[in-house]
């Protein structure tokens, strides 16, 4: 399949570019776009035969549910039942980087959703992701647009290494703001939910809105064996490098002193802070941000995680995250990047 990549820099101007990428989505084909979050592989999320492509384009177990995309949050009624915790969750952070788990109407092919009674809506905030939605006329279904098992794409490169010649159409509209993919939550009944996936919008601002926040075990821990997942995605092995990834934890001179010894005896590649790069050697040194600085850190970690993978490195090392603020998003792609290892230094 040939794939078409189109730059878009402004949505409005570029009208009859995206009016093509939303015939093609009505047409059954497959469009990865921008969004705030990670970049999305999108198709008709009405249409059964788009779903399917979907998973095969990424090579994704048919059990690991797609996310729908709404123009606008009033949409997600013809999809899924929506209650008063749902609008008041979507009054507070729609459009934007939040995903709620409602109950499916008939309309959404049980393909869309793995098999599931449930799906999952959202309302990106992007504006060539919002132009492409409302222009297709149907929901999007879409998954970010990598193969199965690597990073999220945060940028068309990613996007273009893991998709050309799988997908029509490839919209380039630059780095993604967030760069973590959106937070999940279920709803389970009049002001309770549950947090399935942390992310842009955190445990601390969805308090603010719903009385009991749950959060479930494996956003933070594996999975225990025999455990059923409350979400198909947590049991996939996800975000991890060929290299094999180790987490430090302690206090914050001491990991510094380790990486700079570490780095005379192997081969390593670095996921380090700025405020380390005076201490470190030069070379596979991924500077992710200030140490305070988690959106730098959230925006920067998918591309990094790349890169590192990419070099001659018998291991690739990085900080464990602190697990408050947007630290819970990155604290559970860490973990899964690493499959778990922590080192304390
Ligand atoms: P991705 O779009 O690639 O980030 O993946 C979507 C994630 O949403 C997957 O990990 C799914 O497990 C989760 N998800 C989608 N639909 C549902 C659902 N109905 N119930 C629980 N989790 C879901
Ligand atoms: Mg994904």
Do not use: W
């Not at 979050?37 to 998973?55: E, P």
């Not at 994704?60 to 013809?78: M, Q, T």
């Not at 899924?80 to 459009?95: D, E, I, Q």
């Not at 308090?207 to 821990?221: D, E, F, G, L, R």
């Amino acid at each position: 399949m040939n794939t078409q990549v189109i730059q878009i820099s402004d949505p409005i101007l570029q009208k009859s570019d995206l009016s093509r990428a939303a015939e093609i989505i009505r047409a059954g084909g497959l469009v990865a776009f921008p969004t705030e979050t990670v970049y999305g592989l999108g198709g008709d999320g009405t249409d059964d035969s788009a779903a399917k492509k979907i998973y095969a384009a990424k090579g994704r177990p048919s059990d690991n549910p797609l996310i729908i995309h709404v123009a606008a949050p009033e949409d997600a009624d013809r999809y899924a039942v929506v209650n008063a915790t749902y609008r008041r969750l979507a009054k507070a952070f729609m459009p934007g980087p939040l995903t709620v788990i409602l109950q499916k109407r008939e309309i959404v092919p049980k393909s869309v959703t793995g098999g599931l009674d449930t799906v999952a809506v959202r309302c990106p905030s992007h504006p060539v992701a919002h132009a492409l939605i409302a222009l297709a006329g149907v929901p999007i279904a879409a998954p970010s647009a990598n193969l199965s098992g690597k990073p999220s794409p945060t940028c068309a490169a990613h996007v273009i290494a893991d998709l050309s010649g799988r997908v029509d159409m490839i919209l380039d509209g630059g780095d993604c703001e967030i760069g973590l993919e959106s937070t999940i939550v279920k709803v389970d009944g009049e002001d309770e939910i549950t947090l399935l996936r942390p992310g842009g919008i955190t445990y601390d601002a969805l308090c603010m809105v719903v009385s009991k926040v749950n959060i479930a075990p494996a956003v933070t821990h594996a999975l225990a064996q025999n455990e059923h997942p409350l979400s198909p995605g947590m049991k996939y092995r996800h975000y991890a490098p060929n290299i094999p990834v180790v987490l430090l934890s302690g206090e914050s001179k001491k990991v510094t002193a380790f990486l700079a010894n570490e780095q005379k005896t192997k081969k390593c590649a670095l996921l380090c802070y700025e405020e380390e790069l005076p201490f470190l050697r030069a070379d596979r040194l991924f500077p992710v941000g200030k140490r305070d600085d988690l959106a730098a850190q959230a925006q920067t970690l998918f591309r990094l995680l790349r890169e590192a993978d990419r070099t001659d490195a018998e291991i690739i090392y990085a900080h464990l995250p602190p697990e408050t603020g947007l630290g819970l998003a990155l604290y559970n792609r860490m973990i899964r990047a690493a499959a778990h290892t922590i080192k304390e230094v």
